[in-house]
């Protein structure tokens, strides 16, 4: 069981950034590979970015490519999303997720192949 928990959202304006944060428990992070998604009320939950249990590669949704970015901290089972000149149109409820390695590379931007989410954390960009 991977417990998720994110932080870091808020309100900002058009060219800020944010930093998201996303802390998970058990002591096999390194296992799983880890996704941001996003979601507006009443659709369905969107791929942003993953990043695999080594973290040594990385996939972006076009529309953030340049401007956001994922990482991970493995020894601080945390994984983070830079997100710098934010515009109004990624105002949304991020999601991170957990998703076993092993299917990484076939189903990172799949949601429903994720096995473990957290909470969610609201971003609003205003213009």
């Known amino acids: 069981q991977v417990q998720l928990v994110e932080s870091g959202g808020g309100l900002v304006q058009t060219g800020d950034s944010l930093r998201l944060s996303c802390a998970a428990s058990g002591r096999t992070f390194s296992s799983y590979a880890m996704g941001w998604f996003r979601q507006a009320p009443g659709t369905e939950r969107l791929f942003v970015a993953a990043i695999s249990g080594s973290g040594r590669t990385t996939y972006n949704v076009v529309s953030v490519k340049g401007r956001f970015t994922i990482s991970r901290d493995n020894a601080k089972n945390t994984v983070y999303l830079q997100m710098n000149s934010l515009k109004p149109e990624d105002t949304d409820v991020y999601y991170c997720?957990?998703?076993?390695?092993?299917?990484?590379?076939?189903?990172?931007?799949?949601?429903?192949?994720?096995?473990?989410w957290g909470q969610g954390t609201q971003v609003t960009v205003s213009s």
């Open positions: 997720a957990a998703l076993d390695d092993s299917r990484y590379s076939s189903s990172y931007y799949r949601a429903t192949m994720y096995d473990y």
